[in-house]
């Protein structure tokens, strides 16, 4: 069956760019949605068709997708960016979700 | 913008049906498909299914013998159940709005939390 897999964490220190993997067999065929989740709070979307933006997520947020790879790109971290981060991808009929990434900023 | 508000019972008795509903205002349910997601404590989200407005269904294979989704346009609401339920059914249930065509999902209700327990 199909999996996506993200690394358990990743550290980043203020202002420095984050960036964080999503890996699939031929992810860059399909469309990867990114989410952000803070502790208590639901997902909130911050890219999807793998770099597109709702017009209230930062340009600091983006998002790639090639071969076997997706990424979502933070730049000039802030505190406030500390979460975790879940990639998405539907195949027609059923969607599938990573297993997350918790973001620390340091 | 879409509104969601999950509703239903915060505890199930082992082997008993979940039963939740979603609420949706703010928009049409017509206008789009909606799912169930949950997110046990500590771990990742589980796609639990999808619901078009005309009823049709996708559910995740994992769950598909136990799973049951319905819609109900006049009162702009959906609902899922979920039978023979276990501890390890125990986790934050979710509905959301997915885009018809790439799937993602675009707004999310606050979440409920369903516990499986005697």
């Known amino acids: 069956s199909y999996e996506l897999t993200q690394p358990p964490s990743v550290s980043v220190a203020p202002g420095q760019t984050a960036t964080i993997p999503c890996g699939g067999d031929n992810i860059g065929r399909q469309s990867v949605h990114w989410y952000q989740q803070k502790p208590g709070q639901a997902p909130m979307l911050v890219v999807y068709?793998?770099?597109d933006r709702p017009s209230e997520i930062p340009e600091r947020f983006s998002g790639s997708n090639s071969g076997n790879t997706a990424t979502l790109t933070i730049t000039r971290v802030e505190a406030g960016d500390e979460a975790d981060y879940h990639c998405?991808?539907?195949?027609?009929?059923?969607?599938?979700f990573g297993g997350g990434t918790k973001l620390t900023v340091l | 913008q879409v509104q969601l508000q999950e509703s239903g019972p915060g505890l199930v008795k082992p082997s008993e049906t979940l039963s939740l509903t979603c609420t949706v205002s703010g928009d049409s349910i017509g206008l789009f498909s909606w799912s169930w997601i949950r997110q046990p404590a500590g771990k990742g989200l589980e796609w639990i299914g999808r619901i078009y407005s005309g009823g049709s269904t996708n559910y995740n294979s994992s769950l598909k013998s136990r799973v049951t989704m319905s819609i109900e346009k006049s009162k702009n609401r959906f609902s899922l159940t979920l039978s023979s339920v276990t501890a390890a059914d125990t986790a934050v249930y979710y509905c959301?709005?997915?885009?018809?065509?790439?799937?993602?999902?675009?707004?999310w209700g606050q979440g409920t939390l369903v516990t499986v327990s005697s």
């Open positions: 998405q991808v539907w195949d027609g009929t059923s969607v599938l």
């Open positions: 959301a709005r997915n885009d018809i065509l790439t799937g993602h999902f675009g707004d």
């Open positions: 068709d793998d770099s």
